[in-house]
């Protein structure tokens, strides 16, 4: 390390080549921590649980033709009974929407009445699953307190009319929302509305089916209602049993149509298995965390390519100055700490400003995407990231360099 | 051909400035070969940038074939040095890349001559200096005396009217030294002035007249043999 | 001279493979990333409707109170006002628009029901979008008025139904009711689809199905797209149209911005006109987009898009500086030749010639490699990016010549300072060193 003081003599001689290097690691440093961040910010939800056993579940879009209103009871009773009695199915029930599933009802719910016109936030925001008192077994739903649904508790209603005085069943995170003492059985939560739902049930978990950050907030927050919505379109999720999942893919929509033929099940995401819906929920998050672990890789070799390559340019410009040096009773050991001390001192150059970029960068990204503060913890792990990068990456030059035999001093050109 | 009045070149650093010539005088008419002797340090290395506009100087005048030089811009002396100036370097100086033909070529491009000149003139060159066969080789492939006859035949393509030589021989063994020195004597028949540095007595005594430069100042041994000691000091800031 | 220069460029190429294969690479990188996620940039910020996408304009208007409204405009209607704007009839054309869900039914029994991507507006719509006719051609407004059964279908679907012929005149039957067809329409993938971003997020499959919004209204079609409500609309379909829920978009045709501005003013006026009924009991706030301007409000450029090519962006200035880096190590490794050819007469003008033209090979050869993992880059955007945006990234002639002029003008740029350097190299070098 006491060589500290003669290199930066040298670094001053070669001004452009260190502002390059150490140019170059800043800019890698910013970009890497923010992607890097990125990356973490995407895969995080990648692997939250939905509450649901999602092995051996589809879910199946269904739209009714011809039919709707209250045309639709009769005839997606038939469905679900002609589902319920198919072998290969375990359950079945009918839902408005599902987790992960990207578009539902959301509203306030409240431990107090709402009043008419909004002007108090609600306690919570929480979704709603329409549904019936198959749903805590098709789903696999875990009940942790309470009961589920009776069956004279379910009833038919218009989407546009009708009141949340019922029973419901609510996930765990929004019991405890409402009610931190944690004793929110038997009490009531009103759901934008005057009158309120009485609290029979919990359920561990059950998410929202959006994914955005705009939902991150009230992700676990639901409620299952008795209530099955009329109307032309619905979903089904069926629970099949064990190993006829692959039967039933293509068994259930063709009892569908065996028994109406008057409905679309769309072509593309009408039948999904839950193992395809969480992967198209979550594909760009996968895709976007992909993309970046990319570009860091690539980002750097290529910084540590570039390192290599000015190193080994100054190597062969210094031979006969190294030459001397060893002449002069210099070391092998000598020369190669020479030249990874140099290269640390740059790289400190280059981190110090990278950190304040890339902490700059985050600060912008933030005001300008949904995104979160930059960890500092990321950029600790960037800046000794490309410290050593930049020491493995002088290694092979500086070994070459060890290796200029003194003789080379004599040489004239 | 080259005339020199008066000339200085001073080298500063920041903290002291270093006459490598001073109040320096020489005149070499057309067609003379002249040798250019002396110590190392002397400031004949330095001579012969000047002579040859590899340099710019500090004080006094320079007339090159008539023309006053310490006037001209980069893109005037660049194009003097092409049209007017060969150069012979004690290393060479071949650019390892291209090979003999392309390394003859060089000069010839940057007069901006047609393809077909060019090409009568490489290969005329070639002829001249006996490699003709290895225009295809690279410089890797030649021998030291072969690589100086190629530096030559690259001087001599863009027919210069002055050759200016920095040690030709200093890296050759006798044998091929002296097969150079011929050459350079032929070139010198037919009309070329040459100026050539050297510290070796025998090659200078070929030459048509000696200059001896000490501590940055001519002693003409031909025309004024005395020495000017009292200017024989190194003069600092 | 250039063609002897461009020689000595390849030539060099060849001399430090290692050096130049990592230069290339760099470049090749940068580029490609650059080049992939422009381009869906480009498809999402893309003007579908360039040449009338100034006279084409959303209209928004607070029938909310401000703090429902969050602190924006919202994107949709109410019927009531909607209706009021059409029966005013303020504009050279205008339109109230919602996206519907009919199943068609198709003719022979034997084949299924299909749902097809439909809107309820009206006739003056398809003139307004500059929408291309195969056959026949739009409604009139006399069938608006008559709240027709008559519908508009797209070529796709005209070729499922009736295998291409002109099926002016015939019926379509949506949820058991008929539709005579008045027209179908040639292809038209407007992208984004600018009409209606507020429920396709912007892009999506073309639309295949047009009917009266008059028509979809008395038939009680409910909205297949977003209904936002601040207060209990309460119950059953006239509750619904007479409530404070919006859910339609509403575009006007105004010519010039005379016309713009005199809209705007109707609509101020309108605004008033209902706080002094007292509906609204705050002051009129109203608003005209353009297309551009509506495309940005409703941030149809998603944010992957906008980050990953600012990421990418970020990563070809790295690879430029590495550039530049490595460019100075070739140069510099040349000082001799440099100093020879300076000696023999090159002056310095060519000599920034010679560099920067080897440096232009150097980028040439970069845009190649950057132009083939473009192509492959172009293969996996669908993993990123949802596949309606995916489909239309596409590696046009624009986009290859882009690549190719993006990687040598940035080579040569980065070759600036270190051919600067190359020329500072003095002829007399030669001698010196000795």
Redesign the interface.
Known sequence: MMQIKPILAALKRHKAGTVLIALQIALTLAIVCNALFIIRQRTEHLSRPTGLTESNLLAVSNRWVGADGKATESLTETDLAALRQQAGVADATMINSYPLRGGGWSLGADTKPSDKDNVRRPTAQTTLYFTDEHALSTMGLKLVGGRNFRPEEVRWVDPRDFETNVPVIVSQALATKLYPDGHALGKPVYLSSTKPATIIGIVERLQVPWTGNWAANFAENSVLLPFLLQGNFGNYLVRTRPGEMARMTKAVPALLFKTNRMRVIPEERGVRTFAEVREQAYKSDRGMAILMGVVCAVLLAITAAGIVGLTSFWVGQRRKQIGVRRALGATRHDILSYFLTENLLIGAGGVIVGAALAIGMNLWLVSHFEMERLSLAYVAVGVIALLLLGQGAVLAPAMKASRVPPVEATRSV | MLKMTHLSKVYRTEVVETYALRDFNIDVKEGEFVAVTGPSGSGKTTFLTIAGLLETFTGGHYHLDGIEVSQLNDNARSKIRNEKIGFIFQAFNLIPDLNVYDNVEVPLRYRGMKGAERKQRIMDALERVGLASRAKHYPAELSGGQQQRVAIARALAGSPRLLLADEPTGNLDTQMARGVMELLEEIHREGATIVMVTHDPELAARAQRNVHIIDGQVVDLSEEPRFHAQNARVADA | ?FA?YFQLGL??LR?NP??TA?MV??IG?GVA?SMITYSVFRATANNPIPQKSDQLYAVQIANW?P??LEGELRPALTYTDAMAFIRAHKARRQTALYPI?P?V?PADAHR????ADSYAWYGDAFAMFDIPFLYGGAWSQAQDDAHASVAVIGRELNDKLFNGIDSVGKTINL??HDYRITGVIDDWDPQPLYFDPVNTGGFGDPIDLFIPFTRAIDLQM?TAGNNNC????G???DN?LRSECIWIEYWAELPTTADADAYKRYLTGYAAEQQRAGRFKWAPNVALRDVTDWLDFNKVVP??S???LL??L??L???L??T???L??KF??RA??I????????????VYMQFLIEAATVGLAGGVLGLVLTGLGMLSVG????EQIARLATLDVSLVTLTVVVAVAATVMAAF?PTW?AAQV???W?????
């Open positions: 001279m002897y030539r060099s001399r290692l050096l990592l690479m760099a990188f990333a109170k703090q429902d869900a199943s039914i299924l029901p299909i749902t949820d058991g409910p601040n207060t209990d609309p119950n059953g379909w619904w944010p992957e906008k980050i990953s990421v990418s970020g990563f200035l790295i690879c500086v590495n530049i880096g490595l100075l190590a510099m490794r001799p030749e100093g020879v050819r300076r000696a023999l007469g090159a002056s310095r003008r060519e993993w990123v990016f949802d300072y350097r003095q002829p007399a030669q001698l010196k060193s000795n």
